[in-house]
Structure formats: C-alpha cells, structure tokens
C-alpha cells in the first residue's frame, strides 16, 4: 500500500502528486463482496498548510445476489474526496479509500432490480424458470399450509 501513504514533507519541493490505475486490495472481511478487482486514481494537491486529495475508485466488485444466490459482477465508480494538514505529517489515504468502499457496498446485492428470487415451494430460479407454484402471497400460503395440519388433526 505504498502508494497509499502520503507524507507532507514529500509536497514542500512540488505542489502536486498524481496517482494513476493503482490497484487497490480489498480485504474480504466484510463477507458480502466475494470478490474485487479496484483500482484507484488520485491527485494530491498542496495548498500551504493543507493537503487535498481528490480521486476515483473504480472496477468491479463481485456479490451472491440476496433473493436469487446467483453470483454477479457490479462495476463500481466512486469519487472520493481526503485531506490532511501539516500537523499530521504522514497521511494512510488507504483507510479512507476503504470506508468509501464499504460505504458504497449494498446491504441487500440483487443481481438487477426485479430479481425474481428462488421460489420457496420448489426452489428453481423464478428469473429462470416460471414455475406454477402457489406462493402467490405468504399470508395465503401459511392459511393454506395450516388448514392442511388442522384437516390432517381432525381425522
Ligand atoms: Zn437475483
Ligand atoms: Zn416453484
């Protein structure tokens, strides 16, 4: 993460750096990204006590879709905005870099917006497959599942 760690004193001879397609390794800790492939591009720009530091994450991040479990690729382009002043002499841009990441990682991935999902009667892929069962709403389906166990009771 070299690239990553900024030191004031490397902008007192000159005024800006520029960072171009640096691979940034995500580590998976977080559990929903199953894979990434990120880059980052960056300037740095010295304004007398300050350093700002404007830049983009970009790639792809790959996630198992919440409803259907199928496994998709999401490409990813976040701009990201940093700075640190004179007092803390040496700045770690890749922590921010990945609160960024994180910030942006859905909570729900859904392969596209109308996944269909997994059908909870036979469990083929309903973006697949368009399978008869009854699953119509879940409050039908439980009304139908218990008037079931009361008619098996009664015999
Ligand atoms: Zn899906
Ligand atoms: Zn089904």
Do not use: H
Request: aromatic fraction near 10%.
């Amino acid at each position: 993460m070299g690239k990553f760690i900024l030191r004031f004193d490397d902008f007192k001879k000159k005024k800006e750096l520029e960072v171009k397609d640096e691979i940034f390794k995500l580590d998976l800790e977080k559990g929903v990204v199953k894979k990434s492939d990120l880059k980052i591009s960056f300037k740095a720009v010295r304004y007398s006590d300050i350093i700002n530091i404007v830049g983009r994450i970009y790639g792809t991040e790959t996630f198992e879709c919440s409803r259907c479990l199928e496994i998709f690729d999401k490409s990813v382009s976040i701009a990201f905005e940093s700075s640190f002043s004179k007092e803390d002499e040496e700045f770690d841009l890749s922590d921010d870099i990945k609160q960024t990441i994180i910030l942006d990682i859905p909570m729900q991935p859904l392969c596209y917006d109308g996944c269909k999902g997994i059908c909870q009667v036979c469990g083929c892929n309903k973006n697949e497959k368009d399978c008869k069962c009854k699953e119509k709403n879940d409050g039908e389906f439980i009304a139908q599942k218990w008037s079931k166990i009361i008619k098996l009771n009664k015999k």
